[in-house]
């Protein structure tokens, strides 16, 4: 799980968003809200809008709703998470724990786990494995 997630505020412009966090960080998924997940908003989401609307529409009209996202708690299993991204049709799940978010869960992280997994003979891995763990500088459990 990726737990270095940058926070947005609803009422960021998607161009702000570009100018100050997509470009010189070269993030691609951001939480909407401060401490509580609103929605997410992703580089699939930014291209659905012209770029010359960009200044004047919010993350917030841009974002896909809370309460319209597949989610994923810290007690659920690799192979749930990786059947909603499946059957979603997503590359990125927040990981909550009731209405606390606390990061996300991508399909790299998890097809890099299930490889470190399958190398060493691991059993099976739960999420909250790494909940409470700071991320790794090359996510294992994640």
């Given at each position: 799980?990726?737990?270095?997630v940058?926070?947005?505020?609803?009422?960021v412009?998607?161009?702000?968003?570009?100018?100050?966090?997509?470009l010189?960080?070269?993030?691609?998924?951001?939480a909407?809200?401060v401490?509580?997940?609103?929605g997410?908003?992703?580089?699939s989401d930014?291209?659905?809008?012209a770029q010359?609307?960009?200044?004047?529409t919010?993350?917030?009209r841009?974002?896909?709703?809370?309460n319209?996202l597949?989610t994923?708690?810290?007690?659920?299993?690799i192979?749930?998470?990786?059947?909603?991204?499946?059957?979603?049709?997503?590359n990125?799940?927040?990981?909550?724990?009731?209405?606390?978010f606390?990061g996300?869960?991508?399909?790299?992280?998890?097809?890099s786990?299930?490889?470190?997994r399958?190398?060493?003979?691991?059993?099976?891995?739960?999420?909250?494995?790494?909940?409470?763990?700071?991320?790794?500088?090359?996510p294992v459990?994640?």
């Amino acid at each position: 799980m990726r737990t270095d997630v940058e926070q947005v505020a609803p009422d960021v412009s998607i161009d702000q968003l570009v100018r100050e966090h997509i470009l010189p960080k070269n993030a691609g998924c951001f939480a909407v809200g401060v401490g509580e997940l609103v929605g997410l908003v992703t580089l699939s989401d930014i291209h659905k809008i012209a770029q010359g609307e960009w200044a004047t529409t919010s993350v917030y009209r841009a974002m896909t709703p809370a309460n319209q996202l597949a989610t994923v708690s810290p007690s659920d299993s690799i192979e749930d998470a990786l059947h909603l991204l499946a059957s979603r049709d997503v590359n990125q799940l927040p990981v909550l724990r009731g209405r606390d978010f606390l990061g996300v869960i991508t399909r790299a992280d998890i097809r890099s786990f299930i490889k470190v997994r399958q190398d060493i003979g691991g059993l099976p891995a739960r999420v909250v494995e790494q909940a409470d763990r700071p991320a790794p500088a090359h996510p294992v459990g994640s």
